[in-house]
T-cell receptor, first 112, second 112 residues
Framework: SAVISQKPSRDICQRGTSLTIQCQVD?????MFWYRQQPGQSLTLIAT?????????ESGFVIDKFPISRPNLTFSTLTVSNMSPEDSSIYLC?????????FGPGTRLTVT | TQLLEQSPQFLSIQEGENLTVYCNSS?????LQWYRQEPGEGPVLLVT?????EVKKLKRLTFQFGDARKDSSLHITAAQPGDTGLYLC????????????FGTGTKLQVIP
């Protein structure tokens, strides 16, 4: 298994600003992903964080808005850029291997 | 796009009752994972099923993967208040090391 931590756990930001969320895994994982979730609803995949190369984004998500870094096998960051109230959500990172994926506690973002 | 529909969407039952949650898709998955999520936390992996027709048991929870690897079910026997949460199925694409698509989710409330 893997233990995943995220920072910050929550933040309130003004529109037009950017926030970087950090995700740390306690062991080397093959895959890391970033998701968005509205409270009580399912998860929407934003992108796959690829180690040493550009992330792979899902339809509706673009690099300029959600730049992602993954410099090694245990760490990744997601930046939410030029935020608007529509970006208010819970952002979750996950890491794992084939057939198993572990999640961080999430970052609750509110944009005012 | 691989879609996973869960039913029911909401379920409120009395402690001690049995229940089944279904996860259906028209796509074939290499594996199917089930998660439970509580408010303020990330999803927690319960089980992964890989082989068509596979049945796995985790205490009072029984998971089954359809023969064609397109659907799955979660059966809970004698539900307890601690089972309350959001249950999510997630399908992993074929070929291994692929992204995971999450189902629509089932909110379960077990009333003492």
């Amino acid at each position: 298994s893997a233990v995943i931590s995220q920072k910050p756990s929550r933040d309130i930001c003004q529109r037009g600003t950017s926030l970087t969320i950090q995700c740390q895994v306690d062991s080397q994982v093959t895959m890391m992903f970033w998701y968005r979730q509205q409270p009580g609803q399912s998860l929407t995949l934003i992108a796959t964080a690829n180690q040493g190369s550009e992330a792979t984004y899902e339809s509706g998500f673009v690099i300029d808005k959600f730049p992602i870094s993954r410099p090694n096998l245990t760490f990744s960051t997601l930046t939410v850029s030029n935020m608007s109230p529509e970006d208010s959500s819970i952002y979750l990172c996950s890491g794992g291997w084939e057939y198993e994926q572990y999640f961080g506690p999430g970052t609750r973002l509110t944009v005012t | 796009t691989q879609l996973l529909e869960q039913s029911p969407q909401f379920l409120s039952i009395q402690e001690g009752e049995n229940l089944t949650v279904y996860c259906n898709s028209s796509s074939v998955f290499s594996s199917l994972q089930w998660y439970r999520q509580e408010p303020g936390e990330g999803p927690v992996l319960l089980v992964t099923v890989v082989t068509g027709g596979e049945v796995k048991k985790l205490k009072r929870l029984t998971f089954q993967f359809g023969d064609a690897r397109k659907d799955s079910s979660l059966h809970i026997t004698a539900a307890q208040p601690g089972d309350t949460g959001l249950y999510l199925c997630a399908g992993e694409g074929s070929g291994g090391y692929q992204k995971v698509t999450f189902g629509t989710g089932t909110k379960l409330q077990v009333i003492p």
